[in-house]
């Protein structure tokens, strides 16, 4: 039977004083497009940095993620009531909604990028919680939920591709690397198109945000530019693509190389 301890108490109290103040702070707010309340998301970026082991604080900043952005708190709350590093992660999350979508968001990555592995984990939590709303409402509303954002398909696209290419590092953490390819998959799902050359039985992936598409040949991913690409390529469905991708895998196999990894 696990023992708790004074310190368990405090941060199990500091926890769900950080659930009060996140309800009170986002009371009335809606997540886009739906009539969920918005508590419903940093609740989930909690339930997915529970599961990650991180430590309170980073829960806690995980619950108080979006209440300087969106919910006009100041830092300084935050931090006389929770302490100076939840104050800094959720500060250092908030975006400067002043600039122009694109230029805050290049901001956003390049911190990001810098940040210590902690900070990654809230981002590829809140950016999870986003991308499964982002599949799950496609399927109900289709190409009408992107008029829900400050900016088209396309950027999105750009925005979440390259911050799943940051967020590299943690796919090699034991906690961590089902999330990110969680998100990699929906990312996927949502914001990638696939070909098939029935000639060459080919397979071709192309995000939206890109003109070129790829495929990988003999292990190397080989980049086709957008004036090059192969003619007469058939949309396919996810599906379809990674089953063709895996039997052009296994016929590519060559008895003096071996089996193509």
């Known amino acids: 039977m696990a023992v708790r301890t004074e310190q368990l108490d405090r941060d199990h109290e500091r926890l769900n004083e950080a659930i009060r103040f996140a309800v009170e702070a986002h009371a009335g707010q809606l997540r886009k497009g739906t ?79 810098a940040a210590d592995p902690d900070f990654q984990k809230m981002v590829l939590a809140d950016k999870l919680s986003n991308m499964r709303a982002i599949a799950r409402d496609l399927k109900k509303v289709g190409d009408e939920l992107w008029n829900r954002f ?3 398909k396309e950027k999105q696209s750009w925005y979440y591709s390259e911050s799943i290419d940051v967020l590299e590092p943690l796919q090699f953490d034991d906690m961590a690397e089902e999330y990110f390819w969680e998100l990699n998959d929906l990312y ?55 089953r063709m991708e895996a039997n052009w895998t296994e016929e590519m196999m060559d008895v003096s190389l071996g089996p193509v990894s």
Do not use: N, T
């Open 35 to 113: 009539q969920l309340p918005y508590i419903v998301h940093p609740m989930e970026v909690l339930s997915i940095l529970a599961a990650m082991g991180v430590d309170f604080d980073v829960m806690i900043a995980g619950v108080l993620h979006d209440c300087i952005e969106d919910a006009e708190v100041g830092r300084e709350e935050i931090a006389a009531q929770f302490g100076d590093k939840v104050a800094d992660m959720v500060a250092a999350h908030s975006e400067k909604k002043d600039l122009p979508w694109e230029e805050r968001k290049a901001i956003a990555l390049d911190e990001l990028e």
């Open 150 to 152: 400050h900016a088209p």
């Open 188 to 242: 996927k799902d949502v914001f990638v198109e696939y070909f098939f050359d029935p000639q060459e039985q080919r397979v071709y992936q192309q995000a939206l945000h890109e003109d070129y598409c790829h495929v990988f040949e003999r292990g190397d991913c080989i980049w086709y530019e957008g004036d090059k690409l192969p003619s007469d390529l058939i949309p396919v469905d996810k599906l379809f693509a990674e």
